[in-house]
């Protein structure tokens, strides 16, 4: 299975991925893409299946902090996306470009995100949503497959730990899911955790203002993952089966 990560590898990339796509015709075929944004205030995360980049097979989206899978159905003219959820919200959303050399049409397959509003009943709020990741065929039905023998809700959970522990100074929690030895990569020279005692020497210097916003931000269900790695964020935080094994301080 091949994942593309478009968040994780940064804008440059994803221009370069748009750029190359003018060149030719999008393959055929299901995709599946992962999404990360906002809603309003709130962090989300949107799963979207479509066939030749152009159609909408199924979908669903996610708040950051309820994994819990909402269904959408959907419907793509050109540029505009429409998805529909069962509690009546309404995401009219359009395909842009961070590529100012782009050129329309714009479809899944050249755009790199989709920008709009969410509507329910009175209550609008502006969404703003980024590809994160993109690979062939259905959501798959296992994501951690490739990282864990665990299920998907279990992993999950640690992660979620270790973000909420993080944010909240809540430090016995971000230890116990650490997978030690933690690798730290600050701007100029990198640092290995082997201990707990260690963890906490060096707290405020790993968990920054900064790497502590990014993981306000992090959405952690339906992660993306890379040589049985599993990452957060745009990369700032990598786990593997056991727990945090680098962190990468912005």
Same mark, same amino acid.
């Not at 269900?221 to 680098?246: C, L, P, Q, S, T």
């Given at each position: 299975?091949?994942?593309?990560?478009?968040?994780?590898?940064?804008?440059?990339?994803?221009?370069?991925?748009?750029?190359?796509?003018?060149?030719?015709?999008?393959?055929?075929?299901?995709? #599946?893409?992962?999404?990360?944004?906002?809603?309003?205030?709130?962090?989300?995360?949107?799963?979207?299946?479509?066939?030749?980049?152009?159609?909408?097979?199924?979908?669903?989206? $996610?708040?950051?902090?309820?994994? #819990?899978?909402?269904?959408?159905?959907?419907?793509?003219?050109?540029?505009?996306?429409?998805?529909?959820?069962?509690?009546?919200?309404? $995401?009219?959303?359009?395909?842009?470009?961070?590529?100012?050399?782009?050129?329309?049409?714009?479809?899944?397959?050249?755009?790199?995100?989709?920008?709009?509003?969410?509507?329910?009943?009175?209550? #609008?709020?502006?969404?703003?949503?980024?590809?994160?990741?993109?690979?062939?065929?259905?959501?798959?039905?296992?994501?951690?497959?490739?990282?864990?023998?665990?299920?998907?809700?279990?992993?999950?959970?640690?992660?979620?730990?270790?973000?909420?522990?993080?944010?909240?100074?809540?430090?016995?929690?971000?230890?116990?899911?650490?997978?030690?030895?933690?690798?730290?990569? $600050? =701007?100029?020279?990198?640092?290995?955790?082997?201990?707990?005692?260690?963890?906490?020497?060096?707290?405020?210097?790993?968990?920054?203002?900064?790497?502590?916003?990014?993981?306000?931000?992090?959405?952690?269900?339906?992660?993306?993952?890379?040589?049985?790695?599993? =990452?957060?964020?745009?990369?700032?935080?990598? $786990?593997?089966?056991?727990? =945090?094994?680098?962190?990468?301080?912005?």
């Amino acid at each position: 299975m091949t994942r593309l990560n478009i968040g994780v590898l940064g804008i440059a990339l994803a221009g370069c991925i748009a750029s190359a796509a003018w060149a030719q015709e999008p393959p055929k075929g299901l995709t #599946t893409h992962e999404l990360r944004g906002r809603l309003g205030p709130y962090p989300v995360g949107v799963n979207v299946t479509l066939r030749d980049y152009v159609q909408f097979v199924v979908g669903h989206y $996610f708040y950051a902090r309820r994994p #819990t899978d909402i269904p959408l159905t959907g419907q793509i003219q050109g540029a505009v996306v429409t998805f529909k959820e069962p509690g009546g919200g309404v $995401f009219r959303l359009h395909l842009v470009s961070r590529d100012p050399t782009s050129r329309p049409p714009l479809t899944f397959y050249n755009s790199t995100g989709l920008k709009g509003t969410w509507t329910q009943g009175n209550k #609008t709020l502006p969404v703003t949503l980024g590809f994160d990741s993109e690979y062939n065929g259905p959501s798959l039905t296992r994501w951690y497959s490739d990282v864990t023998d665990e299920p998907d809700a279990v992993f999950e959970t640690r992660v979620r730990r270790f973000i909420r522990g993080a944010i909240d100074g809540d430090k016995a929690a971000v230890a116990s899911t650490v997978s030690y030895p933690l690798r730290v990569n $600050f =701007a100029r020279r990198p640092l290995t955790i082997r201990t707990k005692a260690q963890l906490l020497a060096h707290w405020d210097q790993i968990f920054t203002p900064r790497l502590l916003a990014r993981l306000r931000e992090a959405v952690p269900h339906e992660m993306f993952i890379h040589e049985e790695k599993v =990452a957060i964020g745009g990369g700032e935080v990598w $786990f593997d089966a056991k727990g =945090a094994v680098a962190i990468n301080v912005p």
